[in-house]
């Protein structure tokens, strides 16, 4: 029997903090940007697309996942603990159908990948995971859903949000610019929200749509370019009349 | 209770670009037959066929089981699982299983992917073999033969669906319980189809 994981790694502080939970936030803010909006028909999810080296396959860096048919996640953070919740996610995925014959709702993975994280902030010899989540699906009545958790464990559903560095900065945006939308006005107001704060251009941004019942759409660079010049067209628009 | 795993009838070949599965659709508790449309052959992904003999509880526990892992992996890396690689999946399940609680199931896995269409015959004792053909329970018994001297290899569709119906018709004549209706299920690059079934009461 191993004595030597007994010990709690994040414990309170005097004034009531859990340090550990805290710095996990900061390693969240120092990740690349994630945002999500709901549409009415379809949940869009945007994350800034970090420079890749020249010799690296730039396929193979991926901050949007899918978790299931239905149902896919972002997140901001540390990759490597992403990787490992992703997985974990997964594999609850498939386990809930085999034993009840039905897909998970929105709610029940987000609220397991919170437990998660919660108990890694709870347990001896772990560290909590450092990154935040947002995830987004259908429900089997056709509801999309957003929901968002972060390193505590806390989880809540909203109507548009985003994670990782800038994150206020494009949730403001949103905040006064969030409307009930579908289609392509969701996808551009999700990219207008995330050219708030990443240079602006097709390249620097990565866009993956889901729709009830169709698996994940994720833009290629000219779907992308097409999205940023209707809204640099639409700002042009405005401006000038 | 091996009475169960022996009554199931399964046959399988392999075509030019499709594996043709079939299956007896009885499902029998101890003399009576408590339903006779029964489907035994489960679609593991879009492009394989599992058709499972056995114990009603561990033919739907190991299928579905296996079936969910193959979802996993195809999550996990978005790439299907090849037939062989799902084959070899299942074997090791069974063969694990053997010596702690076994799954009292016999089985035939057919699918098409890159490679083209192949049959794998497996048992309970997690003994696995690629086959052209293959059968499980005692229709084995009389269709092996029958398969052994009119199957050969690059059948057509309606070549094979003829072979089946002609091992269908031997199997209601001469096994001991007649009047077996099958389930009948083509896997295809294409994907799976859905042939009606045959009815033993218009064969």
């Known amino acids: ?241 | 209770d091996t009475l169960s795993i022996a009554m199931d009838h399964l046959l399988g070949l392999v075509g030019k670009d499709y594996v043709l599965l079939i299956a007896d659709r009885k499902v029998a508790y101890s003399v009576v037959a408590l339903k006779s449309d029964h489907d035994k052959i489960m679609h593991l992904d879009a492009s394989k066929l599992f058709a499972i003999a056995g114990e009603g509880g561990d033919a739907v526990q190991f299928s579905e089981y296996v079936q969910k892992n193959l979802h996993l992996y195809n999550l996990k890396t978005g790439l299907p699982l090849s037939t062989k690689a799902a084959a070899h999946f299942t074997r090791n399940e069974l063969a694990t299983a053997l010596r702690k609680g076994p799954f009292q199931v016999n089985a035939l896995l057919g699918g098409v992917d890159h490679s083209g269409p192949s049959l794998y015959h497996l048992d309970y004792l997690g003994t696995l073999h690629k086959v052209n053909f293959g059968a499980q329970g005692y229709g084995g018994y009389f269709c092996y033969s029958i398969l052994d001297r009119l199957w050969k290899p690059d059948m057509s569709l309606d070549e094979g669906v003829a072979l089946m119906n002609t091992c269908i018709k031997e199997i209601n004549s001469r096994f001991l319980v007649g009047g077996a209706d099958f389930t009948i299920k083509v896997v295809t690059a294409e994907g799976i189809r859905v042939l009606d079934p045959v009815l033993a009461s218009s064969a």
């Open chain 1, 1 to 241: 029997m191993s004595s030597r994981y007994d010990r709690a790694i994040t414990v309170f502080s005097p004034d009531g903090h859990l340090f550990q939970v805290e710095y996990a936030l900061e390693a969240v803010r120092k990740g690349t940007t994630a945002v999500g909006v709901r549409g009415t028909d379809l949940i869009v999810l945007g994350v800034e697309k970090k420079s890749t080296a020249k010799l690296q396959e730039e396929r193979t860096v991926r901050k949007i996942h899918v978790l299931d048919d239905h149902c896919c996640l972002a997140f901001a953070g540390l990759t490597a603990d992403a990787r490992v919740l992703i997985n974990k996610a997964r594999i609850e995925c498939q386990s809930y159908k085999l034993t009840m014959e039905d897909r998970v709702s929105i709610e029940y993975i987000t609220r397991y990948i919170a437990g998660v994280q919660q108990k890694y902030t709870q347990s001896g010899g772990v560290r909590p995971f450092g990154i935040s989540t947002l995830i987004v699906g259908f429900d089997a009545d056709g509801t999309p859903r957003l929901y968002q958790t972060d390193p505590a464990g806390t989880y809540s559903a909203w109507k548009a949000n985003a994670t990782g560095r800038n994150s206020k900065t494009v949730r403001e945006f949103l905040e006064k610019n969030y409307t009930e939308t579908s289609g392509d006005e969701t996808v551009k107001l999700a990219v207008r929200a995330l050219l708030e704060v990443v240079e602006s251009g097709g390249r620097n941004v990565e866009i993956a749509v889901l729709r009830a019942g169709q698996p994940l759409q994720i833009y290629d660079e000219k779907q992308v370019e097409a999205v940023v010049s209707a809204i640099e067209a639409e700002k042009a628009a405005t401006e000038t009349s």
